[in-house]
């Protein structure tokens, strides 16, 4: 467990994102160790931790490839030389494709798309001699949010695709956001069962029309566990290398224990003390993103203390009764509510490794475009 | 009104920041002349916009200075060149407070405290033959985060601070950011009389002391029309300049409207129409803060439409029955969230000025320390 009176912390001024970069390792080789097992692919997401260093450690693993979120993503990786990378959004926007396949003339790529007028603008773009830019279908499984909702679009535009000599039909993607935070976890293995159902009704009506869909991309950390037999060939997992009271919340009461640890928290200064019972730190909504349950693990903070967020910059932790507040101008170490948008807020991650050092790298791609 | 068509939105990539600059001005104008009438005086606060263009406009309508949240935003604001500097968060560590130091020998700032270690600190750090340094003292009123918390402490440091040589005793703070939201303006109303009680019985004990508290800050948004005839000299005020979801509650549901209208949006693109009934768009929990209700306006889709989040990057936005959809990759202007750290979450404002050109003005210290 880190420290956070570790003298290497002294030089970095907070709020500040910290990673332990021993139980990232672990929870990296554990996942990969799950895969390999069960005899499927991993293409982790890299909108959780927007780090090429990351999803360096992640391939060395034996991970097929890295899953991007955004096209700045796509672009940051594929300049840092990150091979197998696939977008998991559509993209609608001309400005965008444009870009997408300005990248796949140099990298090997694969996206997602659901609607006609995506195939027809990159059919457009990529002209005559390029390289076939492989094209997955990407289904609404639920989420309500992308995706195409029946069987017979999927077939429509795997036809498109596979007739677009620019294009490559590449297989299919259903990612169930809605079920990888579901806490209980008879709960999520049961929503999971519905989404791989939704899967293999599509598989076959692409294996009736002699179309082959070599990928079939989705699953996240919550339920990856149920996933490994199913019609996956690779999972786009995520938070599993972070963790989070998130994720934490489904370790604590949803049965069935998720085999990872916290790596990533938040180091922040005690700025206030002279309330009874309470003291003020210097991490609020600024540094911690607000989409996720407050953090229940606080190294630094008396056991049994509670957060709540204090607006932009603050804080306030109370303290179980009796307990003795840290001193003014200490460290606290904070567990992140939601590990993907709080690391947004940041520029580096301080990585504390080897002999307790500290290594900075890059959040990169944080404008979201 | 923006227009989500307009010629120059095309060469931006979305999601973006949009800031409308004629709402802007008109916001700007309407608080300077509530301020001249009332004869009291303005230091807007910089945590809400991070951009020295803004707060030269602030400056250029009448206020004294301008506020910060962070070691990091006062330092930005001082090599802007922008007077009457206050740093609202008291700072408990030797590093930032070295920070603030050599600062403050370069421009006059002003600083809170709410401890005596953190006077001890500056009086070592700033050394004999420096100008003197304005300190206040921050008064928790009510929203248990920083501030001693009786008549007693702020009387201790108040005379600790004039002992100093290398301080000099400002005034007090007493932040009411507890207030600023309550919806109901009467609520508001009798909260905001409640502080003003409270400061009140501090101020009168500094005059039984015969210490002089020239600077009384504090208020915000919206309780300011309470404030403006109480002990404040200066009213902190931020979100007035770009309004947002939040203070639009305010406005529909509180009674009381405040006078000022949504100058700030994201701009997005339509990424997903496949689902009957709603659409899907290119912003989401990194575009818009999740700490406030969900935007109720949006340019650009049809009327009585309501927007949910979709994860990191996706935003569901339902329509009311026997609406049309917009077109795939056609755009909406989504207002904010709660406008602060949605403004932290972008690298630029595109600012819409003279004949509906586009400006980017950059957002600076967003890194929080």
Redesign the interface.
């Known amino acids: 467990m880190l420290d956070p009176d570790l003298p290497a912390f002294q030089d970095i001024?907070?709020?500040?994102l910290v990673l332990d970069s021993g139980a990232l390792a672990r929870n990296i080789s554990g996942m990969a160790a799950f895969a390999k097992a069960h005899g499927i692919g991993l293409r982790p997401h890299a909108?959780t931790h927007k780090s090429p260093r990351i999803a360096q450690l992640q391939l060395e693993a034996g991970a097929l490839g890295i899953s991007c979120?955004?096209v700045a993503e796509i672009e940051a990786f594929a300049q840092a030389g990150i091979p197998g990378l696939l977008l998991t959004?559509?993209?609608?926007?001309?400005?965008?494709l444009e870009r997408l396949a300005r990248v796949a003339r140099v990298t090997d790529i694969r996206i997602v798309v659901?609607?006609a007028?995506?195939i027809g603008v990159l059919c457009e773009l990529l002209g005559e001699g390029s390289r076939p830019l492989q094209v997955l279908v990407d289904i609404?499984v639920g989420?309500?949010?992308?995706?195409?909702?029946d069987v017979a679009?999927t077939l429509a535009l795997a036809q498109l695709i596979s007739a677009a000599p620019a294009l490559r039909f590449g297989g299919i993607q259903g990612f169930a956001?809605h079920v990888q935070h579901l806490i209980d976890a008879d709960e999520r293995k049961a929503a999971a069962a519905v989404v791989r159902g939704i899967l293999d009704a599509h598989l076959r009506a692409l294996a009736d029309a002699k179309i082959d869909a070599a990928i079939v991309t989705g699953s996240g950390t919550g339920a990856c566990s149920f996933d490994a037999s199913g019609p996956y060939t690779e999972l786009q997992v995520g938070s599993y290398v972070f963790m989070d009271a998130d994720y934490g919340r489904l370790q604590r009461e949803g049965g069935g224990a998720l085999p990872y640890e916290p790596s990533l928290f938040v180091l922040a200064?005690?700025?206030?003390?002279?309330?009874t019972g309470?003291f003020?730190v210097?991490a609020g909504?600024?540094?911690l993103?607000?989409?996720g349950p407050t953090p229940e693990l606080m190294i630094g903070a008396p056991a049994g203390s509670t957060y709540r967020?204090?607006?932009?910059?603050?804080g306030?932790i109370t303290m179980s009764p009796g307990s003795v507040a840290p001193k003014?101008?200490s460290r606290v170490l904070v567990l992140t509510t939601?590990c993907?948008?709080t690391v947004?807020?940041?520029?580096y991650f301080h990585v504390v490794g080897h002999n307790n050092g500290v290594e900075t790298w890059p959040v990169l791609a944080?404008?979201?475009?």
Chains 1, 2 share one sequence.
Not at 89 to 96: G, N, T
Not at 344 to 347: D, S, T
């Open positions: 001024q907070t709020p500040a909108k979120a955004t959004s559509p993209v609608a926007d001309r400005a965008k659901d609607h007028d995506q609404d989420q309500r949010r992308t995706g195409v909702c679009s956001g200064t005690v700025t206030s003390v002279n309330r309470e003020t210097d909504v600024k540094a993103a607000f989409n967020f204090g607006g932009d910059e603050h306030m003014l101008g939601h993907d948008p947004n807020l940041h520029a944080r404008y979201g475009s």
